[in-house]
């Protein structure tokens, strides 16, 4: 079985998280940008949330596969 790996990304900054990493004048294109330098999937945390963000449609596909993963559906959706 393969190790777990954390998910890459900037180090988040204390209270503020990677918000100074998103430029908002460029909104999804900054966060193109930290694709492209941290990989095709990367994890930003934002004033203490976590937020994944994925590069390409394989790897929204992966994330989707519900053989591979457990999806708990609560509250609305349920």
């Known amino acids: 079985m393969v190790e777990a790996q954390p998910i890459p990304g900037p180090a988040p900054k204390p ?3 990677n918000l100074r990493d998103v430029d908002p004048e460029l909104g999804a294109l900054s966060i193109a ?3 492209q ?3 095709e999937l990367i994890e930003l945390n934002f004033m203490g949330k976590q ?3 994925a590069g ?3 790897v929204v596909h992966e ?3 519900q053989s591979r993963f457990t999806k708990v559906v609560t509250g609305a959706l349920e």
Do not use: H, N
């Open 51 to 53: 937020k994944l963000f």
């Open 56 to 58: 390409s449609q394989r």
């Open 15 to 17: 209270l503020v998280g």
């Open 63 to 65: 994330l989707s596969d």
């Open 33 to 35: 940008k930290l694709i």
């Open 37 to 39: 330098r941290y990989g």
